[in-house]
């Protein structure tokens, strides 16, 4: 992720962050985390399914962290149609499978966060995309 540039970027306004991931203790950790991190509420979801319905139904969500294996539906298909009706979506995959940082890229993830993390990685990269650098 390249140094933000001062002065040539604005704070995305109180960002909409959804967290989905079936492992429940990571689930509640990283939803704890970012919300403290970016001062607002984190919704979140088992599965990907449900952060579908969610999310087609709002259409009000700026940034997805999703793992990318899950039973109902993977990360990377969520990804797809999170991509198909709302493109200016933040998506992020997470994973500790090393070959997903390959896939979700050439799939069109706009970051990768690589399973064990820290707490301080998931706030880095939440708060590079919290500032739009568009």
């Not at 540039?5 to 306004?13: F, H, T």
């Not at 990907?48 to 087609?56: C, D, T, V, Y």
């Not at 966060?113 to 707490?119: Q, T, V, Y």
Request: proline share 4%.
């Amino acid at each position: 992720m390249p140094d933000p540039i001062p002065g040539e970027y604005l704070i995305i306004e109180n960002v909409k962050i959804i967290v989905v991931d079936d492992d429940i203790l990571l689930r509640k950790l990283t939803v704890t985390a970012l919300s403290y991190c970016v001062n607002r509420k984190v919704v979140s979801f088992s599965g990907g399914r449900q952060a579908w319905e969610f999310i087609k139904t709002t259409g009000d969500v700026d940034i997805v962290i999703s793992e990318a294996e899950m039973p109902d539906m993977s990360g990377f298909d969520l990804m797809a149609k999170v991509r198909e009706r709302y493109p200016e979506t933040i998506f992020i995959i997470m994973s500790g499978v090393a070959e997903h940082e390959d896939r979700s890229r050439k799939e069109g993830a706009t970051a990768f966060l690589a399973k064990p993390f820290e707490i301080n990685d998931l706030f880095n990269i939440v708060q590079y995309f919290v500032v739009d650098h568009s």
